[in-house]
Every structure is written in structure tokens, then in C-alpha cells.
């Protein structure tokens, strides 16, 4: 096994400091509210008004896998 890692919260301030130097980080606190609070998806309402409904998540990795290895799938050979 690999020795754990310890994982540490970078403090706001740190990452607006830190945005004046690099533009990357600059992004990284302006989208940091993103990671606050646990991301709560729900397509309900997207369903209801458009008919569609959200692609389940074992298909879509099916999907990137085949994508990946190029292979055929739904009789379209994936782009490489």
C-alpha cells in the first residue's frame, strides 16, 4: 500500500494572494464557493419541461471508455 496522504483546506485569502501572481489561481478563488457545499443535481425539473431525461451515469462511462479506445459504438467509429 501507499502511505496516506494528508489533504489540507488552502484558506481564501491564501488563494487571492496567490490569484495576483498566477492567473490560474486567480480562477481557483473566484470558483472556490463551488466546492463549499456538496453539488445537489437534480434534473427534475429539466425533464418535466423539456422531455428529456439525464443520460444514467454507468452508460455515459461506457461511453467515454469506447471514445477512448476508439472503438464503434452505435455503429459510429469515435473520432481519434
Known amino acids: 500500500?501507499?502511505?496516506?496522504?494528508?489533504?489540507?483546506?488552502?484558506?481564501?485569502?491564501?488563494?487571492?494572494v496567490l490569484g495576483w501572481f498566477s492567473p490560474v489561481m486567480r480562477e481557483v478563488a473566484e470558483v472556490r464557493y463551488q466546492f463549499d457545499e456538496p453539488f445537489v443535481i437534480d434534473a427534475d425539473d429539466t425533464t418535466e419541461v423539456f422531455g428529456i431525461a439525464p443520460t444514467p451515469l454507468l452508460e455515459q462511462m461506457r461511453a467515454v471508455v469506447v471514445a477512448e479506445r476508439g472503438e464503434v459504438a452505435g455503429g459510429v467509429r469515435a473520432a481519434t
Open 1 to 16: 500500500g501507499l502511505d496516506r496522504v494528508t489533504v489540507k483546506r488552502v484558506p481564501a485569502t491564501a488563494l487571492r
